[in-house]
């Protein structure tokens, strides 16, 4: 009977292992053991896996071998950029491969560097080296700008050892195990500041243009980077398990863990949302993305799964769809409720709200301060005149308004509610009259109409109390709205154009793209890759990825002019000529307009 008992004991879990493989196989496409792999990066349809037995292995989509690169196994790190992959090896050394064509990858060229390599960062016509001789930690800079000629031009000691990094507009951002992010500009060659998440840190992403994930030990943290100098936590998301890497698209983070594969919807940073899982209990250490395939690579036994995104979320999804079904027959949209009206004894000419508080320009008599902790019953705190001011703009803990008679006035808003003037960018009423402002890292963009044409002044406002000029420049069409957003700055103007330029430097200003929107554009909100126009009665997205050109991808019209837009957790909410339109962006390329709040006077 013992006998007997035990048998039946196996067959179910026999059973029970069959139904799991069986679940788990329709979550991953296609798994492959290959011996000893830590990592894997795709070059261009061409999944590299790093082997410390086969050194870098290249695979094809059914993760069959087709190339391996010569004398490699002591490779531990490897970065594409363009058409040169840079790897770096345990025995010291900076290698070039041209993967022009990624099947034939050929060595252009290599540089020793001393200690035991761990990774490398590419930016323009250098390469940044981490290493670790001893107890002494260095980050080396190398000039790549000719394969053939490589030559080392700085090395850093830093504090401590690096567990993992990234790069970002010119910034190298470097987390240690014991969980500080330290943040290094690569021009000045200098470590300028140093955050402390509170957590262990595995692993380092950006995961859109001003946010930084930082993987460890049960969680999840996203950081707020617009402005490098001052770091802000925006959210945290317990997971399961140590995150060894993070990989992103559109508003979506896959999170490879030592309990599996998380894929999270971060579209609302301060609460991020599980949107599936595979590979249950398995250590992943890596992550790749390809357009719509996740490769994941097992750290415990060595085996490579590819798994489809949709595959992935398809059970969550339908689980989401079964219960909007249960609960009501259409999605509901956000709370759009009128909670309260403020009465004003002048016209407003704009607003910004920060935290608590919302900071209302009055024309022609400064600027009111309203406490709107309680959105039904905002409290007037206190008045601040200026001359004549018109819109407003903040960005890390400052206030930038444009004042229409005298210029550019910034206040200092870090405590929320109390502003303190701060300086002020003088201009006189014949060079013309301040229509906005807007602000990216410690850098003012002042638009100014004249009688004849209109100009953006470049102005430097990393001291506050002397801000200056850097110079200005010729706006045809002048200005209707404008946004800085990460490296870009995107105006609309009457002549009906969207221009993007590049404000990764300031100082070398240039004009990227010009796109006819035969219409004008009125207004301009942003997240992640896309940017949404109000132009004419429609509301349309544009994809950015390729700077020297936007890509439309969502013409809606809403019935009425479009006045005003605002991306808010996968919603644009529209201020139009009959009310309030919600439109539900969750999928940019698929606007579903889902309700109206109307409004009297628009």
Same mark, same amino acid.
């Given at each position: 009977q013992f006998l007997y008992f035990i048998g039946i004991v196996m067959l179910l879990v026999t059973l029970l292992m069959t139904l799991c493989a069986e679940v788990l196989q329709m979550e991953i496409a296609v798994r492959k053991k290959i011996p000893k792999v830590t990592s894997a990066t795709n070059v261009q349809g061409t999944l590299y896996l790093l082997s410390s037995w086969e050194g870098a292995v290249g695979v094809n989509e059914q993760l069959e071998k087709v190339v391996a690169l010569e004398s490699t196994k002591t490779l531990t790190k490897l970065r594409v950029v363009g058409s040169l992959m840079y790897v770096v090896c345990k025995d010291g050394a900076l290698k070039i491969y041209d993967v022009t064509q990624p099947q034939q990858p050929a060595l252009r060229g290599e540089l020793s560097i001393k200690g035991r390599t761990h990774d490398v960062l590419v930016s323009g016509h250098h390469a940044h080296v981490f290493a670790t001789s001893g107890t002494t930690h260095t980050l080396t800079t190398v000039n790549v700008a000719s394969p053939g000629d490589l030559y080392k031009t700085r090395k850093l000691i830093l504090p401590t050892t690096i567990a993992s990094?990234?790069?970002?507009?010119?910034?190298?951002?470097?987390?240690?195990?014991?969980?500080?992010?330290?943040?290094?500009?690569?021009?000045?060659?200098?470590?300028?500041?140093?955050?402390?998440?509170?957590?262990?840190?595995?692993?380092?992403?950006?995961?859109?243009?001003?946010?930084?994930? &930082? %993987?460890?030990?049960?969680? !999840?943290?996203? @950081? =707020?980077?617009?402005? $490098?100098? /001052?770091?802000?936590?925006? *959210?945290?998301?317990?997971?399961?398990?140590?995150?060894?890497?993070?990989?992103?698209?559109?508003?979506?983070?896959? &999170? %490879?863990?030592?309990?599996? !594969?998380?894929? @999270? =919807?971060?579209?609302? $940073?301060? /609460?991020?949302?599980?949107? *599936?899982?595979?590979?249950?209990?398995?250590?992943?250490?890596?992550?790749?993305?390809?357009?719509?395939?996740?490769?994941?690579?097992?750290?415990?036994?060595?085996?490579?799964?590819?798994?489809?995104?949709?595959?992935?979320?398809?059970?969550?999804?339908?689980?989401?769809?079964?219960?909007?079904?249960?609960?009501?027959?259409?999605?509901?949209?956000?709370?759009?409720?009128?909670?309260?009206?403020?009465?004003?004894?002048?016209?407003?000419?704009?607003?910004?709200?920060?935290?608590?508080?919302?900071?209302?320009?009055?024309?022609?008599q400064g600027f009111a301060v309203f406490n709107c902790m309680d959105p039904r019953y905002p409290v007037f705190v206190r008045s601040i005149d200026t001359t004549n001011p018109g819109k407003v703009w903040y960005a890390s803990g400052m206030l930038y308004v444009a004042d229409t008679e005298g210029g550019m006035l910034l206040y200092n808003a870090s405590i929320p509610g109390e502003p303190k003037y701060t300086g002020h960018f003088a201009l006189s009423v014949t060079e013309g009259i301040v229509e906005a402002v807007v602000s990216s890292k410690g850098i003012a963009y002042m638009f100014v109409t004249s009688p004849y044409t209109s100009y953006l002044y470049i102005v430097d406002t990393t001291v506050p109390q002397i801000p200056f000029g850097l110079g200005k420049m010729n706006v045809k069409g002048g200005h209707h709205d404008s946004l800085a957003y990460g490296d870009r700055l995107y105006i609309l103007t009457s002549y009906h154009t969207i221009l993007t330029f590049d404000i990764s430097n300031p100082r070398t200003f240039n004009l990227r793209s010009s796109l006819n929107t035969v219409q004008v554009p009125t207004s301009i909100s942003a997240f992640m890759e896309f940017i949404y126009v109000g132009v004419g009665t429609e509301l349309r997205a544009y994809l950015t990825l390729n700077p020297d050109s936007l890509e439309e991808a969502l013409r809606l019209d809403l019935g009425s002019t479009v006045n005003d837009v605002l991306w808010y957790r996968g919603y644009v909410f529209a201020a139009t000529d009959e009310g309030l339109v919600i439109v539900d962006v969750k999928d940019p390329r698929k606007g579903n307009r889902i309700a109206l709040r109307k409004t009297v006077g628009g």
């Amino acid at each position: 009977q013992f006998l007997y008992f035990i048998g039946i004991v196996m067959l179910l879990v026999t059973l029970l292992m069959t139904l799991c493989a069986e679940v788990l196989q329709m979550e991953i496409a296609v798994r492959k053991k290959i011996p000893k792999v830590t990592s894997a990066t795709n070059v261009q349809g061409t999944l590299y896996l790093l082997s410390s037995w086969e050194g870098a292995v290249g695979v094809n989509e059914q993760l069959e071998k087709v190339v391996a690169l010569e004398s490699t196994k002591t490779l531990t790190k490897l970065r594409v950029v363009g058409s040169l992959m840079y790897v770096v090896c345990k025995d010291g050394a900076l290698k070039i491969y041209d993967v022009t064509q990624p099947q034939q990858p050929a060595l252009r060229g290599e540089l020793s560097i001393k200690g035991r390599t761990h990774d490398v960062l590419v930016s323009g016509h250098h390469a940044h080296v981490f290493a670790t001789s001893g107890t002494t930690h260095t980050l080396t800079t190398v000039n790549v700008a000719s394969p053939g000629d490589l030559y080392k031009t700085r090395k850093l000691i830093l504090p401590t050892t690096i567990a993992s990094s990234v790069l970002h507009n010119d910034v190298i951002y470097a987390a240690s195990p014991s969980g500080s992010v330290y943040v290094y500009d690569i021009q000045a060659g200098t470590l300028k500041t140093e955050y402390l998440t509170g957590r262990p840190c595995s692993c380092l992403e950006v995961v859109s243009p001003a946010v930084l994930a &930082a %993987g460890g030990l049960d969680a !999840l943290v996203l @950081l =707020d980077i617009a402005d $490098p100098m /001052d770091i802000k936590q925006i *959210g945290v998301k317990e997971i399961e398990g140590t995150t060894n890497s993070v990989a992103a698209v559109g508003s979506l983070i896959f &999170a %490879g863990t030592d309990k599996g !594969l998380f894929a @999270l =919807d971060f579209s609302n $940073p301060s /609460d991020v949302e599980v949107r *599936g899982q595979a590979a249950r209990d398995v250590s992943i250490s890596s992550v790749v993305l390809t357009a719509e395939t996740v490769y994941i690579v097992a750290a415990t036994d060595s085996e490579v799964m590819k798994v489809s995104i949709l595959d992935l979320l398809h059970k969550t999804s339908l689980q989401m769809q079964r219960k909007d079904i249960l609960e009501d027959d259409t999605p509901a949209p956000p709370p759009a409720n009128l909670e309260s009206v403020i009465k004003l004894d002048a016209s407003v000419k704009g607003f910004v709200s920060v935290e608590t508080h919302m900071y209302l320009i009055r024309e022609k008599q400064g600027f009111a301060v309203f406490n709107c902790m309680d959105p039904r019953y905002p409290v007037f705190v206190r008045s601040i005149d200026t001359t004549n001011p018109g819109k407003v703009w903040y960005a890390s803990g400052m206030l930038y308004v444009a004042d229409t008679e005298g210029g550019m006035l910034l206040y200092n808003a870090s405590i929320p509610g109390e502003p303190k003037y701060t300086g002020h960018f003088a201009l006189s009423v014949t060079e013309g009259i301040v229509e906005a402002v807007v602000s990216s890292k410690g850098i003012a963009y002042m638009f100014v109409t004249s009688p004849y044409t209109s100009y953006l002044y470049i102005v430097d406002t990393t001291v506050p109390q002397i801000p200056f000029g850097l110079g200005k420049m010729n706006v045809k069409g002048g200005h209707h709205d404008s946004l800085a957003y990460g490296d870009r700055l995107y105006i609309l103007t009457s002549y009906h154009t969207i221009l993007t330029f590049d404000i990764s430097n300031p100082r070398t200003f240039n004009l990227r793209s010009s796109l006819n929107t035969v219409q004008v554009p009125t207004s301009i909100s942003a997240f992640m890759e896309f940017i949404y126009v109000g132009v004419g009665t429609e509301l349309r997205a544009y994809l950015t990825l390729n700077p020297d050109s936007l890509e439309e991808a969502l013409r809606l019209d809403l019935g009425s002019t479009v006045n005003d837009v605002l991306w808010y957790r996968g919603y644009v909410f529209a201020a139009t000529d009959e009310g309030l339109v919600i439109v539900d962006v969750k999928d940019p390329r698929k606007g579903n307009r889902i309700a109206l709040r109307k409004t009297v006077g628009g």
